[in-house]
């Protein structure tokens, strides 16, 4: 299971940091995701972590704003979001691939309940 905290209403060119806690163990192959869906629009991909070696990923609409990373003694992902804007405003989820990287969320088999995260300008 994936519980995902730390959504909230911030202001544009806040800073707001996502938890991801998972319950059971992770492996080093499986990769973990941040996704994030708007209103009215499809979910898409925020950005990952390769558990065991940390690789990171950013979209390219987040990479220089957002951060993934890992703590493995605490069995959690986090996203930390900086500069936010108001088109950052969605519910964020996470999940988790066994099937290692992917950006597409049909390769994801576990997934949070979502956060919601309001940026208003």
């Known amino acids: 299971q994936l519980q995902a905290s730390g959504g909230g209403l911030v202001q544009a060119g806040g800073s707001q940091r996502l938890s991801c806690a998972a319950s059971g163990r992770i492996y080093s192959s499986h990769f973990m995701g941040w996704f994030r869906q708007a209103p009215g629009k499809e979910r898409e991909f925020v950005a990952g972590?390769?558990?065991?070696?940390?690789?990171?990923y950013h979209a390219d609409s987040v990479k220089g704003r957002f951060t993934v990373s890992r703590v493995a003694a605490e069995n959690t992902v986090y996203l930390q979001m900086n500069s936010l804007q108001p088109d950052d405003t969605a519910v964020y989820y996470c999940?988790?691939?066994?099937?290692?990287?992917?950006?597409?969320?049909?390769?994801?088999?576990?997934w949070g309940q979502g956060t919601q995260v309001t940026v208003s300008s």
């Open positions: 972590i390769r558990w065991g070696a940390g690789t990171t």
């Open positions: 999940a988790r691939s066994t099937r290692g990287l992917s950006t597409g969320e049909k390769d994801y088999n576990s």
